[in-house]
């Protein structure tokens, strides 16, 4: 699989979901042909979060990343 083909897949499922969702979930909700190890995860979001305003909650372990709830869908801005 390939590596933007995953940060499409992770940011389909942060914007569906809507809420904060640790590392481990969100590798849960990959189909099982793409999931990946849990730090090739963190990663991406990492990287998401350069181009995306992902949102990450550090205040308790394991963190929890999120799409901003009044930011519009990136896919279709609404």
């Given at each position: 699989?390939?590596?933007?083909?995953?940060?499409?897949?992770?940011?389909?499922?942060?914007?569906?979901?809507?809420?904060?969702?640790?590392?481990?979930?969100?590798?849960?909700?990959?189909?099982?042909?793409?999931?990946?190890?849990?730090?090739?995860?963190?990663?991406?979001?990492?990287?998401?979060?350069?181009?995306?305003?992902?949102?990450?909650?550090?205040s308790?372990?394991?963190?929890?990343?999120?799409?901003p709830?009044?930011?519009?869908?990136?896919?279709?801005?609404?």
């Open positions: 699989m390939s590596d933007t083909r995953r940060l499409f897949l992770i940011l389909s499922i942060l914007v569906r979901y809507r809420r904060p969702m640790t590392v481990q979930e969100i590798r849960l909700r990959l189909p099982k042909n793409d999931r990946v190890h849990v730090r090739s995860v963190q990663r991406d979001l990492v990287v998401l979060k350069r181009w995306m305003k992902l949102v990450v909650d550090r308790e372990k394991p963190y929890r990343w999120s799409f709830d009044k930011s519009p869908c990136p896919c279709c801005w609404k």
